[in-house]
């Protein structure tokens, strides 16, 4: 009897017998461990298989349901370690809130972040189970149509880098896999080509051919058919997984080439000779490390503020200093406050100061950064694009009214109503162009993409992580701006008030940072660079 391909049904496996509630635990422990590979907690190789379990577990699902429930509960974990930095908000006596209730607070800001991150997930493993796909990296013109090797990375990407950043998902990313890689150096050059989300893509691809191999050689799962290439399927799986190995050999080797090249032409002893229109210019960041209980209780006062970053600011040689995000207030634009000091020190010693400042307008206030400088351009100022969800600005207005009255109250943003800029603004120094993020608006890649298009040479971050303590937050905001600087291949100063500060050259290698919770100046140079990479010179990227 002849029996026809279309008539040929794989196998169940084993995983496809076992219960939900056998499963689904599983699922929210081995995400926790994938989680492990965020900055912060660094097995950055645990990145490369972390995500075949979810794969393999998608594929025991028998139904949409489950495998949208198995995803969920696998992002769950996974975020329940990636977010953990939410703990560093306390306490939250700042806020005025007590201890019991502030960690009922927090532990619900932790979980409910955790769970709307985790849709993100679901959606994946949703996508993944009802596609029709097929092992290797062809399509076929029958079905099932979709290579998984290409259309599994691809969704993911599609997931992480458009969906999660966008404001209708009112997310902040932090915690994508291309920022496990931060350490990397080599690996994540390939970012200057396709941006953050080809180093995710080339991630998860190592985790889609592990995932086929397994498939092939264990009785675990259903198999997922027939290749295109005509290829035995355990064959296939072991040829697609050399293909992929090759693939990350050539990344690190061709990464390794433009470390070399790029940091040759970048050091400051060779710099100017190289190429003068790229002089090292000398930069200073002061780091005041004003606690955030020091801040909203007023144990130090106006003066004490203005008096340790004047103190900071004196006799340090750089032509460029960077304060950090909100150090200017309205009560520090008053006479004998910050402004003035900084702004005396610039014309007395012809200095350029970066700041961040809180400034009041007619409608609200606005988080900005300006530029004191000598030579008084008109261009001296930005003001955030993109505000914090509940710190600057309340994204559900049906979802904040069912918030308690008490606590609400308690939220910076029923205080202060902050507004935002509608495109992005460059500042004019002497030195050349800059392009400014403030806090959150680092993981936002196209943002500063746009302001390289738009010119921008320089690259400076400010940031004020004081709410979040001495948290993993810390190095997740370091590990964004680090792939910042390599998406676009400029140097990037990055300012916080309470660390890491840091210098990073254009290959993403930290020249010099500060230590956390530590007051003091970091002195280094910076090269005002005006090439473009193809990240940023391709806008739909």
Known sequence: MEVSPASVVTRPGFLESQRQSIKLPIAF????????????????????????????????????????????VFGTGYYAIALSFFTGLLPLQWLGVNDIFGYQVVLLTWIVESLHCAVLVGIFSLLVYCLPLRPGFLPNHRRPFYPYLIAVPAIWVFIAWVIAPSPLFMGTPLSQLAYSQWRNTAFIQMASVGGSGLIDFVIVLVNAAITLLIVEFTPFVRKLGDRTDQLNSQLGACVDLGIVSLIVFGALSWGTHQIASTEEQVRPEKAARLNPQTPPVPVAILQGNVSIEEERFKTMSAEEFSGRYNELAQNNGASIMVLPEGVVTPGQMAQGGLLSKISNLSSNQRKEIIYGAVQPMADGYINCAKLLSPFHYKENAYVKQRLVPFGESIPLNLLYQRIPEDLRNKIPASKEQFLAAHKSQLIHSGWGKIGVAICNEAIYPGLIAEEVREGASLIVVLANLGWFHNSSLNKQFLACAILRAVENRRFLILSTNSGISSVIDPCGVVVSKSLSLKRGILLDTVQFIYSKTPYSRLRWL
């Open 29 to 72: 422990l081995l995400g926790a461990i994938f989680g492990l590979s965020s900055p912060g907690f660094d097995f950055s190789r645990l990145a490369f298989i972390g995500l075949v379990p979810l794969l393999i577990l998608t594929r025991a699902c028998t139904t949409p349901l489950q495998a949208g429930l198995t995803g969920l």
